[in-house]
């Protein structure tokens, strides 16, 4: 039976130790309740390597968030779990290269746009180039979808990471 409560996406943010297979069992948290990852991002946030962050973006109504945080706080390596989107005002960025094919006058647009969006060209060749683009996720939606037009090759997306704002 599919759930038709209204979905709403979430930011989480889970502290982890480093134990094997800790990824596994957080995906697998979701897997067991119907609900997609959107986005998933892991790093090393400690000088011993010993703790890593998650940020994983999802949706999904707000009981089913709130269950699954609870689930997530009830692991044994978890340290803590934040709902980014509940507490309040954060920031939410991620980093892409995109591959953008071009001669002439597409190769020119391609570089404007590119300005505009801030993108950094990271390499080219005569026939195309890779820019590297961060910020905001509708950022790179706009910027992927201009470049589409203009010769899209392909392109590689790190995930989303959020943090609050302010200190705290």
Do not use: C
């Not at 961060?134 to 939606?141: F, L, M, S, W």
Request: glycine share 8%.
């Amino acid at each position: 039976m599919l759930d038709e409560r209204p979905s709403e996406r979430h930011v989480l943010t889970v502290t982890v130790d480093n134990d094997p297979g800790i990824l596994a069992k957080i995906a697998g948290l979701f897997t067991a309740r119907g609900y997609n990852i959107d986005s998933l991002t892991v790093a090393d946030i400690s000088e011993n390597h010993r703790v890593s962050r998650i940020t994983i973006v999802t949706q999904g109504p707000p009981q089913v968030i709130d269950q699954i945080q609870a689930q997530l706080e009830r692991l044994i390596p978890v340290h803590k779990v934040e709902d980014l989107t509940e507490l309040g005002p954060h920031v939410e960025r991620e980093l892409a290269l995109v591959k953008v094919a071009g001669r002439g006058d597409s190769r020119v647009e391609a570089m404007r746009v590119a300005g505009v969006f801030r993108a950094k060209v990271v390499d080219t060749t005569t026939q195309s180039f890779v820019f590297e683009i961060t910020g905001a996720p509708a950022k790179i939606d706009s910027f992927v979808a201009l470049m589409r037009e203009l010769g899209l090759v392909e392109v590689g997306r790190t995930g989303i990471v959020g943090m609050m704002r302010g200190v705290g």
